[in-house]
C-alpha cells in the first residue's frame, strides 16, 4: 500500500512537465481537508492510499489552475456524466466499422467486468477509479514501463497491448477517454448533462469562465500503470 507522499512523488514523476512533487503533495493535503482523500498519521500509521485517493488526485494535479483551486476543480470533473460512445472495429488498423455504443463501456473485445459493469450513469470518478482497481488488481493488464522512462514500453504477458488516453479539457470542463488495441477503439466524453439529459452536475461553477484560452492535457497507460503497480506495493 502506498502513502500519500509516495503517490504524489509518483503522480509528479509520471506526469511531468513542470509538475512538481511538493505541488501534488499540497492538492492531496488540500483534498484531505476536505474529506476527499483518505486520512492518517504519520510514519507507520500514515493513510494508506485506495484507487479512489489516487483517481482524486490525478484529476485535481491535471487540471488544477492554481494550488487554492483543488477542491473546486475536483468536483467540476469528478462528477462529469458518461454520454454515448462511439466504437471502431479494426483489423491490422484499418478501420472496418464505426458504430455508436451506449454510455455504458461496451469492451466487447476486452471484458473488464470492473468498468463494464458501471453501467449507463457513471461519472468520471466512478470511471477513473475503477480504472485503477481493475489494473491493480491485474484484471486489466498494461504494458510495462521503467522507473526512469515512461515512453519506452515493453509487454512481457501473451495478450492484446492495450492503450489508454485520457484528455482533460480546461476552463470548460469536460472529459474524453479511449480504450484499444489493435483491433477496436472505443471513446466516451464526459460531461456536465446526463446522457438521458435528465441530470446536471450540480457541483459545476456557476460562473461560465470569459476568457477565450482553452488547454487540454493527456495523460495516457503509462500513468495508470505506475500508479497501480505503486498501489499494489510493486516497485517498477
Given amino acids: 500500500m502506498a502513502t500519500p507522499g509516495q503517490l504524489a512523488n509518483t503522480l ?7 509538475l512538481s512533487e511538493p505541488t501534488v503533495a499540497v492538492h492531496s493535503r488540500n483534498l484531505a481537508a476536505a474529506g476527499i482523500r483518505t486520512t492518517g498519521g504519520r510514519g507507520r500509521s500514515a493513510a494508506k492510499m ?9 484529476i485535481t494535479a491535471v487540471a488544477s489552475p492554481s494550488l487554492r483551486d483543488s477542491v473546486e476543480t475536483f468536483k467540476n470533473y469528478s462528477g462529469l ?3 454515448v460512445g462511439r466504437l471502431e472495429i479494426r483489423h491490422k488498423n484499418e478501420v472496418l466499422e464505426t458504430m455508436t455504443v451506449s454510455p455504458a463501456w461496451d469492451l466487447r473485445f476486452l471484458p473488464v467486468p470492473s468498468i463494464t459493469r458501471l453501467g449507463s450513469d457513471h461519472t468520471f470518478i466512478d470511471f477513473l477509479t475503477a480504472l485503477i482497481a481493475a ?16 515512453h ?8 492484446p497491448s492495450i492503450h489508454l488516453k ?16 489493435d483491433n477496436f477503439e472505443e471513446t466516451h466524453v464526459y460531461w456536465m448533462i446526463s446522457a ?20 487540454k492535457y493527456t495523460f495516457t497507460d503509462r ?9 499494489g506495493g510493486v516497485k517498477i
Fill in 12 to 18: 509528479a514523476r509520471v506526469l511531468g512537465l513542470g
Fill in 50 to 58: 485506495t484507487a479512489a485517493d489516487a483517481a482524486a488526485l490525478l
Fill in 81 to 83: 456524466f458518461t454520454q
Fill in 135 to 150: 489494473t491493480v488488481a491485474g484484471e486489466l493488464r498494461l504494458a510495462r514501463h521503467k522507473d526512469h522512462d515512461v
Fill in 152 to 159: 519506452s514500453t515493453y509487454q512481457d504477458f501473451a495478450g
Fill in 166 to 181: 485520457v484528455t482533460l479539457e480546461v476552463p470548460f470542463e469536460s472529459a474524453e477517454v479511449s480504450i484499444s488495441t
Fill in 196 to 215: 438521458d439529459k435528465k441530470t446536471i452536475h450540480t457541483l459545476r461553477p456557476t460562473k461560465i469562465p470569459k476568457t477565450d484560452l482553452r488547454a
Fill in 223 to 231: 500513468t495508470i500503470y505506475a500508479v497501480s503497480k505503486l498501489l
